[in-house]
């Protein structure tokens, strides 16, 4: 397995510091330093703070990967970085360090995308992802379904969320409950005591003339909020457990049922769920029995791989490597809103003053097709 | 000795090669926008210019602010992380300092007032009694509060142009250039002299917000 891409990978799109380090496949590493601590007071992500916090745990989360992975920075085949999408100056650190480390070491640098690495960390932990792979990614910044019928340059989006993400809502609500942030783990473990069809909250975009793969969670935070505030208004006690598993159970309905139906749409017997959410106890065992009734493999990673991380960055650089496809080059932008469609900013220029060996320019420029089919899809 | 020195806490984006005499290769470019595209093909530039490769470095000078915070980071970041893979060590010097020296060698002898654009009606400011003496340490405030503390002096920087009213005398440079901060930090490395470590001097508190709809990114 030695001669297989032996890849760094950095992400810091939101308040996680991660440097992954992975072999073809293989972990090796997966170094994370948070700042959620310091965002838990203002019940959310700031930027600022998000990216103080990059600056300071860069260098040291680095070295920490390479020690754990047991592995020299001159052997690497390259490093990869989150170029977006993402909080702008969060990505900035991650993708100046990116370049440092590469140029200082002689190796190619690939920004890659940050939706797309979700769906490849999955390689870490099932192999190599079938082709075409579908994707339900579910976190506090993204909720969509994806078709990849080539992770490194076709990724196709079939729908996305139209208001919150999935993963703001398990926030907003575990914020009116008084429950903190982050709300997600919090409400998977009180839900495990409640019942889920306590109360019946609604599911939005279900509807026979809604867009099949759309979500939208607005409607559902609303209705819970409401329906505590009724409960408060009228001097009873707010079934605080009930009212978790009833709305973890809303959103996880919607979110496997349409991603089974796309399945099916489209033909395709994998299913790939990522993203913080996945995480999640309740998704991952209504997952499973709606895919194992619909004959459809479901692969999810380890919640650790589900979260933001250094090591599923790694893994699309491996990719990238292993598929030969054009390094990025050195005025690489962080890009805040990097289309999902381009899972990597390939360079341009073809010659650069190489004189340092590094492997840029070797690639062609566009062998990634932007163009999809009318259907469903989104531009 | 070779020192690479490179700046990124004002608008300008400036990288220096210094041999422990003289500049031998310089890249300044004003882009406030650009900090972190135009950072590394700088370094590139000035290297290939002076015939050098990174490794045959022995120091990096790093401006570390104040400064507005997203572009001041690339700098800092780019300084840290060099260090680590060549295992040399970081030097860094207040951003202010670079331009008062680099105004000394412009003749102005002091004492002066270095100042610049902290955005937000506000400037980055110190006074300096000569070239290489600050007085106090940096600050940020409104221009019209610190008139008083800066009347009777020229002033220096972007910071002092953008509002003649309190810096009626604006002189020397500009911009913050890297090659002034690496003459500074040779001068300071032969005299035995101290320097800050790596870490950014933001001056103000984070906007502790979170904006609406937070860490949507998803296309819609
Ligand atoms: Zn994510």
Redesign the interface.
């Known amino acids: 397995m030695a001669d297989e891409p032996l890849v760094l990978g950095i992400e810091t799109s939101c308040d996680e510091t991660g440097v992954g380090v992975v072999r073809g496949t293989t972990l090796l590493a997966d170094a994370i330093a948070s700042s959620v601590d310091e965002h838990a007071r203002f019940g959310g992500v700031v930027p600022e703070v998000a990216s103080r916090a990059h600056l300071e745990a860069m260098v040291p989360t680095i070295e920490r990967a390479l020690k754990e992975a047991g592995v020299s920075a001159r052997d690497l085949d390259g490093i990869a970085v989150t170029a977006g999408p993402g909080l702008a100056g969060a990505l900035l650190v991650g993708t100046s360090a990116a370049k440092a480390y590469a140029y200082a070491l002689g190796k190619p640098l690939y920004g890659v995308n940050h939706l797309a690495s979700h769906i490849c960390v999955d390689q870490l932990e099932h192999g190599p992802l079938p082709e075409p792979t579908m994707a339900l990614l579910v976190s506090g910044g993204h909720s969509s379904l994806l078709l990849a019928p080539d992770i490194t340059s076709d990724v196709r989006p079939l729908g996305a969320t139209i208001d919150d993400a999935a993963g703001e809502a398990f926030d907003k609500i575990a914020r009116v409950l008084q429950l903190g942030f982050p709300g997600g783990p919090v409400i998977d473990r009180l839900a495990k005591e409640g019942d889920p069809k306590a109360i019946n909250f609604p599911r939005g975009l279900t509807g026979s003339r809604d867009p099949a793969y759309d979500f939208s969670f607005s409607g559902l935070k609303t209705a819970v909020a409401r329906w505590i505030e009724a409960k408060r208004n009228a001097g009873e006690e707010v079934p605080v457990r009930d009212v978790a598993a009833s709305f973890q159970e809303a959103v996880v309905d919607v979110l496997t049922r349409k991603a089974i139906r796309a399945c099916k749409d489209e033909g395709v017997d994998h299913l790939m769920i990522g993203g913080g959410v996945a995480a999640n106890s309740r998704l991952r065992s209504l997952a499973q029995e709606r895919c194992d009734a619909a004959g459809i493999t479901l692969r999810v990673p380890r919640p650790k791989l589900c979260t933001d991380n250094g090591a599923m960055v790694a893994a699309l650089g491996a990719e990238m490597v292993r598929r030969n496809r054009p390094a990025s080059d050195w005025d690489l932008s962080a890009d805040s809103s990097l289309p999902v469609t381009d899972p990597h900013v390939p360079g341009t220029s073809h010659v650069h003053s190489d004189d340092h060996g590094h492997g840029h320019g070797h690639g062609h420029d566009h062998d990634h097709v932007h163009e999809l089919s009318k259907d469903n899809l989104y531009s | 000795m070779l020192l690479l020195a490179v700046d990124t806490a004002t608008p300008a984006v400036t990288v220096a090669l210094h041999d422990g005499e003289s500049v031998l290769a310089e890249s300044d470019q004003v882009d406030a926008r650009?900090?972190?595209?135009?950072?590394?093909?700088s370094?590139?530039?000035v290297l290939?210019e002076a015939g050098l490769?990174?490794d045959a470095i022995t120091g990096i000078v790093v401006g570390v602010g104040p400064g507005p915070?997203?572009g001041l980071?690339?700098g800092?970041?780019?300084a840290?992380?060099?260090a680590?893979?060549?295992g040399v060590p970081v030097h860094g010097l207040c951003t202010l300092d670079g331009l008062a020296y680099a105004a000394g060698t412009a003749g102005i002898e002091g004492p002066f007032t270095v100042a610049t654009d902290a955005r937000r009606k506000e400037v980055y400011w110190a006074r300096y009694e000569d070239p290489r003496t600050r007085v106090g340490e940096p600050r940020v405030d409104r221009p019209a509060d610190i008139a008083e503390q800066v009347a009777g002096v020229p002033a220096v920087g972007q910071g002092a142009l953008l509002y003649p009213e309190v810096f009626p005398d604006v002189r020397g440079p500009e911009h913050q250039s890297a090659a002034a901060l690496a003459s500074l930090a040779a001068e300071r490395l032969a005299a035995g002299a101290a320097f800050l470590p790596p870490?950014?001097l933001?001056l103000r508190r984070?906007?502790?917000?979170?904006?609406k709809?937070?860490?949507?990114?998803?296309?819609?």
């Open positions: 650009r900090h972190g595209e135009l950072l590394i093909p370094v590139d530039r290939a490769k990174l915070y997203t980071r690339v800092l970041v780019t840290s992380t060099f680590a893979v060549l870490t950014p933001y984070p906007d502790a917000q979170v904006p709809n937070y860490k949507v990114v998803t296309p819609q």
